[in-house]
T-cell receptor, first 114, second 110 residues
Framework: DVKVTQSSRYLVKRTGEKVFLECVQDMDHENMFWYRQDPGLGLRLIYF???????EKGDIPEGYSVSREKKERFSLILESASTNQTSMYLC?????????????FGQGTRLTVV | RKEVEQDPGPFNVPEGATVAFNCTYSNSASQSFFWYRQDCRKEPKLLMS?????NEDGRFTAQLNRASQYISLLIRDSKLSDSATYLCVVNMGSNYQLIWGAGTKLIIKP
């Protein structure tokens, strides 16, 4: 059974903290994605990676960075958490070609910044 | 105008009924289309791809209308377990960008 695993289901962090969200996939997929999901807005792409050490900005990269040191792991970093980053964060992976193959999601991390 | 638009619902439908909802997209160059299902507090999962000729999977039928730029999902003989949010997803033709609708919430009532 394919699996994308996010390190935490729920997180509460303080404003200004540095936050790490980890995602691991076991499908040997080239492509990995970080989205945030907010009510009424759908999934919005923060960053994606199509190879180890490669990253591309999505639609809303401000305030975030990513790291992909190994193929199976894609980390999202909030450099200095702010209350407007309170959201559901979803990691996904897919094979090639991007956009034409099924995306598999982790269970999501609900982050609250106070 | 949003690139991918869906009626948020909720659609309240009695068990056994047929329900259909649409999703409109703005970019006529869009190439690939999908329906995902998301249960409450869970991650999205692929329901079905949408092909130009339309496709059917059991009780579910997906259609694409390129002229009017929308895709549709029809569910026949609805079950309580069909209650979920249905997300429309469109590949706008770039090599990575999937544009997600905000979802249509469906509630099947006994």
């Amino acid at each position: 059974d394919v699996k994308v695993t996010q390190s935490s289901r729920y997180l509460v962090k303080r404003t200004g903290e540095k936050v790490f969200l980890e995602c691991v996939q076991d499908m040997d997929h080239e492509n990995m994605f970080w989205y945030r999901q907010d009510p009424g807005l759908g999934l919005r792409l923060i960053y994606f990676s199509y190879d180890v050490k490669m990253k591309e900005k999505g639609d809303i990269p401000e305030g975030y960075s990513v790291s992909r040191e190994k193929k199976e792991r894609f980390s999202l970093i909030l450099e200095s958490a702010s209350t407007n980053q309170t959201s559901m964060y979803l990691c996904a992976s897919s094979g090639t070609p991007i956009g034409n193959t099924e995306a598999f999601f982790g269970q999501g991390t609900r982050l609250t910044v106070v | 105008r949003k690139e991918v638009e869906q009626d948020p619902g909720p659609f309240n439908v009695p068990e056994g009924a047929t329900v259909a909802f649409n999703c409109t997209y703005s970019n006529s160059a869009s190439q690939s289309f999908f329906w995902y299902r998301q249960d409450c507090r869970k991650e999205p999962k692929l329901l079905m791809s949408v092909y130009s000729s339309g496709n059917e999977d059991g009780r579910f039928t997906a259609q694409l209308n390129r002229a009017s730029q929308y895709i549709s999902l029809l569910i026949r003989d609805s079950k309580l377990s069909d209650s979920a949010t249905y997300l429309c997803v469109v590949n706008m033709g770039s090599n990575y960008q999937l544009i997600w609708g905000a979802g249509t919430k469906l509630i099947i009532k006994p």
